[in-house]
């Protein structure tokens, strides 16, 4: 009675996420997680985690469970962006030049004379924009510091610089929901210059009809997918003007909380992870 017990048991899926039921489900926002999610993740088959999981909770399944949905090893291991450039460089993807610096304290000063503008500056933290800027000239650059600085007082430490890809006001977003892609363009509308691609910013949205356009940027996500598990993201790739056949895909940054306009909206969206998440399960169903 007791090993049936146990068995049953080995094939519950226990779920984080307030969207997606599971045979067990909790919730670990604005806490801790304590000994009894500890003792549900070891007696469970599978764990479902919400996209803002903490990493004290996504550390403790990924150790204590064999299947957790998303895999997010890669985000908590290179954290921000200035991790992600590191696991682009580790990896070998391609992606703009980069410099990386842990705090404007180690950033050459004496050196802002000497760099071709225009570059990009990004704070390591911060999404839809934020703690991005198109940098054109050396006082711009000390302005931009200054701002991190200000920043990194709050504990928001890390920036890069990064070189300024000409890119005809587009770049493709490509999103991973376990088996699952969607790609579309954000392009800044006709008739205005500006350098922000965020849908929150004033970019449109154009769906691909046909996935042969973007598809070496397709198998640039798969491979990153292969080699590193990454299970949902939305990821940013941009290709230069001047790649017109858009053979040369480069990846700009992973974001593992996306806005969800060019999936339909929230409820398509939700619809959509159900089904990659009930797909995922099927792909790791025990006997």
Same mark, same amino acid.
């Given at each position: !009675?007791?090993?049936?017990?146990?068995?049953?048991?080995?094939?519950?899926?226990?779920?984080?996420?307030?969207?997606?039921? &599971? %045979?067990?489900? @909790?919730?670990? /926002?604005?806490?801790?997680?304590?000994?009894e999610?500890?003792?549900?993740?070891?007696?469970?088959?599978? *764990?479902?985690l919400?996209?803002?999981?903490?990493? %004290?909770?996504?550390? !403790? /399944?990924?150790?204590?469970?064999?299947?957790?949905?998303?895999?997010?090893?890669?985000?908590? $291991?290179?954290?921000?962006?200035?991790?992600?450039?590191?696991?682009? @460089?580790?990896? &070998?993807?391609?992606?703009?030049?980069?410099?990386?610096?842990?705090s404007v304290?180690? #950033?050459? $000063?004496?050196?802002?004379?000497?760099?071709?503008?225009?570059?990009?500056?990004? =704070?390591?933290?911060?999404?839809?924009?934020?703690?991005?800027? $198109?940098? &054109?000239?050396? /006082?711009?650059?000390?302005?931009?510091?200054?701002?991190?600085?200000?920043?990194?007082?709050?504990?928001l430490?890390?920036?890069l610089?990064?070189?300024?890809?000409?890119?005809?006001?587009?770049d493709?977003?490509?999103?991973?929901?376990?088996?699952?892609? *969607?790609?579309?363009?954000?392009?800044?509308?006709?008739?205005?210059?500006?350098?922000?691609?965020?849908?929150s910013?004033?970019?449109?949205?154009?769906?691909?009809?046909? !996935?042969?356009?973007? =598809?070496? /940027?397709?198998?640039?996500?798969?491979?990153?997918?292969?080699?590193t598990?990454?299970?949902l993201?939305?990821?940013?790739?941009? #290709?230069?003007?001047? %790649?017109?056949?858009?053979?040369?895909?480069?990846?700009?940054?992973?974001?593992?909380?996306f &806005?969800?306009?060019?999936?339909?909206?929230?409820?398509?969206?939700?619809?959509i $992870?159900?089904?990659?998440?009930? =797909?995922?399960?099927?792909?790791? @169903?025990?006997?």
């Amino acid at each position: !009675m007791h090993c049936h017990h146990l068995q049953e048991r080995a094939r519950l899926v226990l779920s984080y996420h307030p969207v997606i039921e &599971g %045979d067990i489900n @909790r919730l670990c /926002a604005g806490r801790k997680p304590d000994d009894e999610d500890l003792y549900w993740i070891r007696n469970c088959w599978a *764990v479902i985690l919400p996209q803002g999981c903490s990493e %004290d909770l996504y550390w !403790m /399944a990924r150790f204590n469970c064999p299947n957790v949905f998303p895999n997010y090893t890669f985000r908590f $291991l290179y954290p921000g962006k200035v991790g992600q450039i590191r696991l682009f @460089r580790t990896l &070998g993807f391609p992606h703009p030049r980069s410099w990386l610096f842990s705090s404007v304290r180690n #950033f050459p $000063l004496h050196t802002v004379n000497q760099i071709k503008y225009p570059i990009v500056v990004k =704070s390591s933290h911060g999404g839809e924009g934020e703690g991005v800027y $198109l940098v &054109g000239s050396p /006082a711009e650059l000390k302005r931009v510091l200054e701002n991190l600085c200000r920043m990194e007082k709050t504990g928001l430490n890390g920036f890069l610089i990064q070189e300024f890809i000409p890119n005809n006001g587009m770049d493709l977003r490509i999103v991973i929901l376990h088996d699952h892609i *969607v790609a579309y363009w954000r392009m800044v509308p006709q008739g205005v210059v500006q350098f922000y691609h965020n849908v929150s910013r004033g970019a449109e949205i154009r769906h691909i009809k046909d !996935m042969n356009e973007v =598809s070496s /940027a397709i198998q640039l996500v798969k491979e990153l997918q292969q080699k590193t598990g990454i299970n949902l993201a939305g990821l940013d790739i941009m #290709f230069h003007r001047e %790649d017109k056949e858009k053979k040369r895909p480069l990846l700009i940054e992973i974001n593992y909380y996306f &806005g969800r306009t060019g999936l339909g909206g929230q409820d398509k969206y939700y619809n959509i $992870l159900k089904k990659a998440i009930h =797909s995922w399960l099927r792909t790791i @169903r025990p006997n």
